[in-house]
């Protein structure tokens, strides 16, 4: 629920004498219909909306109001960057060759696309995002592309069940940002986010906590 997602949110941020304000949050909307993602975020004020598919954040962008903020956080194949529209951040650039397929497409649509690196922290085989090997040359790569904007970086910690596990990959990748004087840091979703904050997370990923009802044990019914 929003509600309770801002309120940890806020509880984070107190823990690491930082501000609210500093911490965004993008609500992961894959797999929610309009009407879900309506009822439970938009009707709160709340317009900042993530997809991970660009076929589905094209089909949803009409059944939506304008003024939603629309960020690609999914593993992106080149064809389809064009889906994603006036979007205002890609969480998810990992090869130079996408970074030259974005940058092609913003010359073509006459602006400058806002992107993130990600990176593979853990080194799992299974994650996207760049080796951490690679993350200074595709950096520099980046920063030479004219209708690139390099914010920050993003990565997906292992799972788990215990959030402390992903500490030490949040911390790796503020450090990671730090040494590329990065500001922006995509990193935390609804399993381990509040530890993301802690480690400095100025943009948080969260879909499940936000769009699943808890299930409520109610003995007097
Ligand atoms: C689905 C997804 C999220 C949100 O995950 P939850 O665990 O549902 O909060 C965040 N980032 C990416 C890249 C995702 O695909």
């Known amino acids: 629920m929003l509600s309770v997602v801002h309120d940890r949110i806020a509880a984070a941020c107190e823990r690491a004498g930082r501000s609210p304000s500093d911490v965004k949050l993008v609500a992961v ?10 009822d439970k975020v938009l009707s709160r004020g ?14 949803k962008r009409p059944l939506l109001p304008d003024e939603v903020e629309w960020h690609f956080v999914g593993n992106l194949q080149r064809n389809k960057i064009k889906y994603l529209g006036d979007v205002a951040l890609i969480h998810s650039v990992n090869s130079v060759r996408l970074a030259d397929a974005i940058d092609d497409w913003g010359a073509r649509e006459g602006r400058v696309v806002p992107v993130l690196i990600s ?24 920063r030479g592309l004219p209708h690139l904007e390099l914010r920050g970086l993003m990565t997906m910690a292992p799972h788990g069940d215990d959030p402390e596990l992903a500490r030490p990959h949040f911390r790796y990748l503020r450090e990671l940002a730090k040494l590329h004087d990065l500001p922006e840091l ?10 993301a904050i802690e480690e400095g997370a100025t943009i948080v990923r969260i879909g499940t906590a936000l769009f699943e009802t808890p299930q409520v044990q109610d003995d007097r019914l």
């Not at 909307?29 to 309506?38: E, M, N, T």
């Not at 709340?46 to 089909?59: K, S």
């Not at 995509?186 to 530890?195: A, I, L, N, P, R």
């Open 46 to 59: 709340h317009v900042t909306l993530g997809e991970n598919r660009a076929q589905e954040l094209r089909d």
């Open 29 to 38: 909307s894959k797999g929610q219909d309009a009407a879900s993602v309506k």
């Open 119 to 142: 990176v593979n922290v853990a080194g799992e085989d299974s994650k996207q995002g760049v080796n951490v090997e690679e993350l200074a040359g595709l950096v520099v790569h980046a």
């Open 186 to 195: 995509s990193m935390g979703m609804s399993g381990d986010f509040e530890v």
